[in-house]
């Protein structure tokens, strides 16, 4: 076991950090920012604290003849059966300054990219800010969760569609795409001649027994057109140190991406560096403790909203710590997120922002202690119910 003591709160000690979570609503209980509120993995605050003792805040080594590529790819082969060359590994800041380069290497202004969503408001902004046109393919409610619409999407695909961007896991609905989902985007992706661009960031984060299968590993003519954007820093909880990988299913996809100037596409922090090293090395049985951890915050809320707060509707995540809310079954008077900031002191994140689809609909994180999760449950449910 890590050690670690899940279930510590401490807010005045959240509430100090500079990070945007607990300090955008000041006074709230915070469950809108995909972060988590645990202690970091003892191996990281090591190496963290070492660097710190050497005062080693200068520019990183280049990273290629660090390990970092070998690391990353010997860490897919092993969690996730997914073979990874090394030479076709690159290094970035983060995940969606992935995805701005991918739209601006891969298309053209006024060119389309398909989006299923609701999605990860960084989808949709990179669209709009890249000029690029928003090719909308909403996920669809089935039996068990959200589903592809393939029917949908294969009338949404034009001539000018370039990209489909894919979140594998899905936020914010918690899915982990099954093999004969996937395999039949694939297959939409050849006869179009689509670039599938991927955003698994959430990939440690899967609830047996769903598992997570890397698009690219699905077929050699499947990889050779997909880029995978990844990282360390969703799982062990180190966004801010900024370190991402980019992995491309062919060099040819490499050579059009790094087609742009070298400093567009930013410096990781040698912090970031040493951190992921030290999260994928040792800090196993951390993550461990915390999905585990995560799979009864995941029971808790279930419990909670059939019984307490039952005009809520949702479907317990496959993937990810993340609660997609559906609260139109309330008919409130203004957005979900603004009635429980206002009426709760609990920040949820705003569903209209994850697009058409999320009006009416609110995003809970629920990777904190269970103690400051079901207070933030209750004082929904007290809320609801002073309406009545």
């Not at 645990?38 to 280049?62: H, K, S, W």
Request: overall charge negative.
């Amino acid at each position: 076991m890590s050690g670690v003591d899940l279930d510590h709160v401490d807010l005045d000690r959240l509430r100090a950090r500079h990070g945007a979570k607990w300090r955008v609503f000041p006074g709230t209980l915070a469950a809108f920012v995909a972060e988590m509120d645990f202690p970091v993995a003892p191996p990281i605050r090591r190496v963290l604290e070492a660097a710190v003792g050497r005062e080693d805040f200068g520019y990183p080594l280049d990273p290629r003849p660090s390990g970092l590529a070998t690391l990353f790819a010997e860490r897919m082969r092993e969690r996730f059966d997914w073979e990874v060359e090394p030479r076709r590994v690159e290094l970035l800041a983060d995940v969606v300054q992935g995805i701005y380069l991918a739209l601006t290497q891969f298309s053209e202004p006024g060119e389309g990219a398909i989006v299923q969503t609701p999605i990860y408001p960084p989808f949709l902004r990179a669209l709009s800010e890249t000029g690029r046109r928003l090719v909308e393919n909403p996920l669809v409610e089935g039996p068990s969760g959200y589903e592809i619409d393939f029917d949908g999407l294969r009338r949404a695909i034009d001539p000018g569609t370039r990209i489909l961007l894919l979140c594998n896991p899905h936020n914010p609905t918690g899915r982990a795409f099954r093999r004969d989902e996937l395999e039949a985007l694939a297959e939409i992706a050849e006869a179009h001649d689509l670039v599938v661009v991927s955003d698994e960031i959430h990939q440690d984060l899967v609830f047996a027994p769903a598992r997570h299968l890397a698009f690219a590993s699905l077929a050699p003519e499947t990889e050779a057109r997909t880029l995978t954007l990844t990282s360390g820093t969703k799982s062990f909880n180190i966004p801010g140190l900024r370190c991402a990988f980019a992995v491309f299913g062919s060099l040819e996809l490499k050579r059009r991406f790094l087609g742009c100037p070298r400093h567009m596409r930013g410096g990781m922090t040698g912090l970031g560096i040493e951190a992921t090293e030290a999260a994928w090395r040792e800090g196993g049985p951390w993550l461990e403790q915390v999905l585990e951890y995560l799979r009864g915050n995941r029971e808790l809320l279930d419990d909670f909203l059939r019984g307490e707060l039952s005009e809520l509707a949702w479907v317990p995540p496959e993937a990810t710590y993340l609660a997609w809310l559906d609260c139109r079954g309330l008919e409130l008077d203004r957005a979900p997120a603004s009635f429980f900031r206002e009426e709760a002191g609990v920040a949820l994140g705003p569903g209209e922002n994850f697009g058409t689809p999320g009006a009416g609909f609110a995003r809970l994180t629920f990777a904190t202690p269970r103690s400051l999760l079901r207070e933030m449950l209750e004082r929904m449910a007290k809320a609801v119910r002073a309406r009545s």
